[in-house]
Structure formats: structure tokens, C-alpha cells
């Protein structure tokens, strides 16, 4: 459908809580969908990063991750539970501040919840890199940065001085 601004570090509807998605809102959701679709890859070409984008991320406060990796699968009205007791530590990237790199720590394990576009119930058991990255983007549904996660005062950094930094970027 088009490309969409994404909302950066410093702007409060970030911080905002996201509503649910009801039953009668899916057409409305499947165009916002191409919207991140459409941002998302934009965002790929321009950084060379980027694997799911989080429906407030473009203004649309609603919950819907978008995750295009291998194939693009929407979650609507993700629940994440399940989440094991072993974390681990790594340098978060995010959209909204795409220079930027936060240290923070994710549970290693997790289990997600969700409707898809046919709204039909699924699972997933999830672990290392993909278990990090849709915790960080149910964050953003419930109006969490990385930024707010931050192990330390010490934990943030600008890409460009990553060879500086004991790097693990996911």
C-alpha cells in the first residue's frame, strides 16, 4: 500500500499502549499489514537491517507485529508467556532510533500467542534470536523501548562505535 514514516526516539505516541484487534477490524488490518510490509522493506534497503516492525512504529495503535525473515507472518494480538528463566545479554537495535544500539536482556526462551490474518489461534515456541526479537516487539505494543531496558547507564551506544562495544547483535 505505501511506506510509512516511522515514529522516532522523542516522540510520546511511542509510548503508548496499543488496544486489541477485534474480529470486525480485519480489513482494515490486512491494508495496515501492507503498510508494514511496505515500511519495513523500505527500511531493509535504506539500513541493511530489520526483521519485524510493530504496527505503533507507524502510527497504527493496534496489536500487530509484522516479521518478514524468511516469510512474512502476522501476529495480532500477541501474548507472550512461557518465558524461561535463563537470559542473556545483547546490543538491541530498533526502527525507531536506527542509530542507535542498547544493551538489554531477553529471556532465552518464550512462547507466543496469537491470532493470524484468518484469525485463527496459533503458537510458537520460540528461542535465541526470535524469542529476543518478538520480546522486543511486544514492547512496542505495550509501549516499552529498548531504551527503557537498558542494562546500565552505560548500555547505549551509536552503531558507528560498535567496534568498540563486546558486540552481540541478533
Known amino acids: ?15 503508548k499502549v496499543c488496544s486489541r484487534v ?14 508494514l510490509h511496505d515500511t519495513l522493506n523500505e527500511f531493509k534497503e535504506k539500513y541493511n537491517a530489520g526483521r519485524a516492525i510493530a504496527a505503533p512504529q ?15 507472518i502476522v501476529f495480532i494480538n500477541p501474548i507472550l508467556d512461557v518465558l524461561s528463566a535463563d537470559m542473556f545479554e545483547l546490543w538491541d537495535d530498533c526502527m525507531s532510533f536506527p542509530e542507535i544500539l542498547v544493551k538489554v536482556k531477553r529471556h ?12 485463527e489461534d496459533k503458537t510458537l515456541a520460540l528461542e535465541g534470536g526470535l524469542a529476543e526479537l518478538l520480546q522486543h516487539e511486544v514492547d512496542h505494543l505495550n509501549g516499552i523501548l529498548a531504551i527503557s531496558r537498558a542494562v546500565d547507564s552505560q548500555s547505549i551506544a551509536l552503531k558507528s562505535q560498535k567496534e568498540h562495544l563486546n558486540i552481540q547483535l541478533l
Not at 516511522?6 to 516522540?11: A, E, K, M, P, V
Request: one cysteine or more; proline letters at 4%; a positive charge.
Open 1 to 15: 500500500m505505501a511506506i510509512k514514516n516511522i515514529l522516532l526516539l522523542g516522540n510520546p505516541a511511542l509510548y
Open 22 to 35: 477485534e474480529r470486525d477490524e480485519l480489513t482494515e488490518v490486512k491494508l495496515k499489514v501492507k503498510d
Open 58 to 72: 507507524i502510527g497504527y495503535f493496534k496489536r500487530i507485529v509484522y516479521m518478514n525473515i524468511d516469510k512474512p
Open 108 to 119: 532465552k526462551k518464550c512462547h507466543i500467542a496469537f491470532k493470524n490474518l484468518e484469525w
